[in-house]
Nanobody, 125 residues
């Protein structure tokens, strides 16, 4: 499964971006889809994730109320809508996928099997 992430760019603080990740799997039933990010000099961190079946979502505290993860079944795509961006959100964003993930593992990077190539988000103050 080769994930294709897109939508990164440069915005000013307070702006918005929407990231997309196409997941070309035959079926996404039971999959967990997540977004992680890595800022320069920092470790990769969890941002948001959802279970494809049922749509349960979880978020990192730092993005709650600003970011929204969603999916489009017809396009096998997961989105990350990012509003009210802050300079601290600057990072390379990665989408990840895991077949048959349990909800309690959605926020753990090591549980994911497939990763996209990353898309850069730069937020200026």
């Amino acid at each position: 499964v080769q994930l294709q992430a897109s939508g990164g760019g440069s915005v000013q603080a307070g702006g918005s971006l929407r990231l997309s990740c196409v997941v070309p799997a035959r079926t996404l039933s039971g999959f967990g889809l997540g977004w992680f990010r890595q800022a320069p000099g920092k470790e990769r961190e969890f941002v948001a994730a959802l279970k494809w079946s049922g749509g349960a979502t979880i978020y990192a505290e730092s993005v709650k109320g600003r970011f929204t993860i969603s999916r489009d079944n017809s396009k096998s795509t997961v989105y990350l809508q990012m509003n009210n961006l802050e300079p601290e959100d600057t990072a390379v964003y990665y989408c990840a996928a895991k077949p048959r993930i349990i909800t309690s593992s959605l926020g753990i990077a090591s549980f994911y099997d497939y990763w996209g190539q990353g898309t850069l988000v730069t937020v200026s103050s």
